[in-house]
């Protein structure tokens, strides 16, 4: 393989990849002592499956996902506060009619390729990092053949329609590199959101010499992906009948100087099978930290635990069922459900849910819910809920309605929050609605194959943003169902400017939550649990990834 080197102009500062924390003004944090207590740790982990790839145009699971925010880092970021701030570009304007975007590029972000088996970096090993490398990113979103999950995001790019339903090619996109270090953007229309989309793991960069060398083989194993973040990877070994499967990622001392620390030394992932395996490891003090839904059983006091209200529970109908396929019926449940009637003793697993969008999708640096209250969207209302039944009866020419089960996804949701609505539906409505728990396979063959009535849906977008979770009722299926094929994404990434964004999406909501198909009834939380003499491991709730770039142990 040849690639064309650029030397290395020195070290300098390349910006952080990771949600850093409030205390960093930015991408390279202060002038504070970054490295000191704390620095130089080699990170203990374990994911929880094999990733599937480390191609950040392609992979979106959370496996992947963790490898990937601690391998790449792209032109912006959010930093702690919600905030969107240059990472890997130095500025960027945007033109008056808000539809194209030029990017000013770092000269001292680099490409790191590790060839050789010993701990010195060679000359030939990095090159800069340059415009058209995040041109050809964005290509293979689009390309059809590629068959990206996050073509659907980026339908904003001029001629991107074109290129999706095959009478344009990807040449056409509305992203070139004027040189090196200058990238242009244009959109078909103006889109408020497009920055949000620019800091997902999707539009990284990828070098298209590289790409094409790796033979189909790209982030498919250790000799086929580069590191322009702050770790690279050294080893990745897998066999799916053995047990000491491994990824391993070093410092990637090229991209850090005195400017910008990178304060691990050393990431070793142990690959396990599943949550349990990956709790056991970190029970068996051999993982520092684990990610989960449901933290039971970790006591705060000793340990440190994150949770982000990231998921949106709501009930989905199934449309062919002949009661529940009735708008009456599923509008009358809605009106009955006493959300605040349930109660949690652990305050932060649960809150009640009346909107769609969860509280830690955050715009403009705040909670979406902060700046639209889903107050407005609480319908609760008994008595009109029992004449909304009556109504139904009458249409459905029935006497009474039958008992029914909700089913749930435990591994996602203790059900037990259910039982205390359950009686509120009985006492209101005389309906009995039961629950009946599954396993996640169990619970995912019954949606695709039709086998429920009522299911409790645990909705939760791919990356940080309002049009993440909309864009998940144009492509899952019994979501599809819950708005009758309403195109929800669309509407929000034609949004022209940030000042109508947050009206615009209350809106939506409003239409959406109308139909009655999907009843929003809690938020729930995921977790980052963590041993206590940790500090600063970043958790991102909607991709699953947990990033170690700025994390201090003080073991």
């Known amino acids: ?3 064309n080197v650029k030397k290395k102009r020195g070290f300098a500062a390349l910006v952080c990849t990771a949600l850093i924390m ?3 003004a930015g991408c390279g944090g202060d002038d504070n ?3 000191g207590s704390g620095a130089g740790h080699m ?3 374990a994911l929880e499956y094999n990733p599937k790839s480390l191609d950040p145009q392609f992979a979106n699971d959370p496996s992947s996902a963790t490898v990937i925010k601690n391998l790449y880092s792209g032109l912006v970021m959010k930093d702690g506060s919600g905030s969107i701030v240059c990472c890997n570009a130095t500025d960027y304007s945007v033109s008056d009619d808000g539809c194209e975007y030029t990017f000013h590029l770092r000269d001292d972000n680099y490409w790191f390729f590790d060839k050789n088996e010993d701990d010195k970096i060679d000359e030939d090993e990095y090159f800069p990092v340059v415009a058209a490398d995040y041109v050809f990113a964005l290509r293979r979103i689009l390309d059809p053949d590629m068959h990206s999950p996050y073509a659907k995001d980026f339908m904003c790019l001029k001629n991107s329609g074109y290129i999706v339903d095959g009478s344009g090619t990807v040449n056409g996109l509305g992203a070139w590199a004027v040189d090196d270090y200058t990238l242009v953007i244009s959109l078909d229309h103006p889109c408020a959101e497009f920055l949000s989309l620019m800091t997902t793991p999707a539009a990284f960069p990828c ?3 590289f790409f094409v060398s790796t033979k189909g083989r790209y982030g498919l194993d250790d000799r086929s992906v580069m590191s322009n973040g702050p770790f690279f990877v050294r080893q990745w070994f897998y066999d799916p009948y053995g047990s000491n499967n491994i990824l391993y990622m070093r410092k990637n001392a090229v991209n850090e100087n005195d400017d910008y620390s990178i304060l691990p030394s050393l990431l070793s992932f142990s690959i396990e099978d599943g949550e349990a395996e990956v709790k056991q490891r970190f029970k068996a003090k051999e993982a520092e930290c684990f990610t989960t839904v449901k933290v039971g059983g ?3 006091k000793k340990y440190s635990i994150t949770g982000q209200k990231a998921i949106t529970l709501g009930l989905v109908f199934n449309p062919g069922d002949k009661i529940y396929s009735n708008q009456n019926i599923r509008k009358a449940i809605a009106l009955a459900a006493d959300r605040n009637a349930v109660r949690d003793e652990n305050s932060d697993d649960i809150s ?6 969860p509280p830690a999708i955050d715009i403009f640096g705040r909670s979406y819910r902060e700046l639209s209250s889903d107050k ?7 008595r009109a809920a029992a004449d909304l039944l009556s109504k139904a009866k009458a249409e459905l020419n029935i006497n009474s309605v039958e008992s029914v089960k909700i089913i749930v996804d435990t591994n996602t949701v203790d059900s037990r929050y259910l039982h205390q609505l359950s009686q509120s539906w009985q006492d209101s409505l005389g309906i009995y609605i039961g629950i009946e728990d599954l396993t996640s396979a169990e619970f995912s063959r019954r949606l695709s194959e039709g086998e429920y009535s009522i299911a409790l849906y645990p909705l939760k977008a791919d990356f940080n943003s309002s049009v993440a979770v909309m864009s998940e009722f144009d492509t899952v299926d019994c979501l599809k169902n819950a708005v009758n094929g309403m195109k929800c994404a669309e509407s929000i990434l034609k949004c022209p400017s940030a000042d109508e964004l947050v009206s615009r999406y209350s809106q939506q909501e409003k239409m959406m939550l109308d139909q009655y198909g999907f009843i929003p009834l809690f938020y729930k939380s995921s977790y980052l649990v963590a041993d206590d003499d940790n500090e600063d491991i970043i958790y991102d709730a909607f991709t699953g990834a947990v990033d170690y770039r700025i994390a201090r142990n003080y073991s």
């Open 376 to 382: 407005q969207f609480d319908v609760f209302d008994t």
């Open 22 to 24: 409030s205390s960093f």
């Open 33 to 35: 002592d970054k490295r």
């Open 352 to 357: 009640p849910a009346y909107g769609i969008i």
């Open 1 to 3: 393989m040849e690639i």
């Open 43 to 45: 990170y203990s982990a």
């Open 207 to 209: 070098n298209e010499e």
């Open 298 to 300: 970790y006591n705060p």
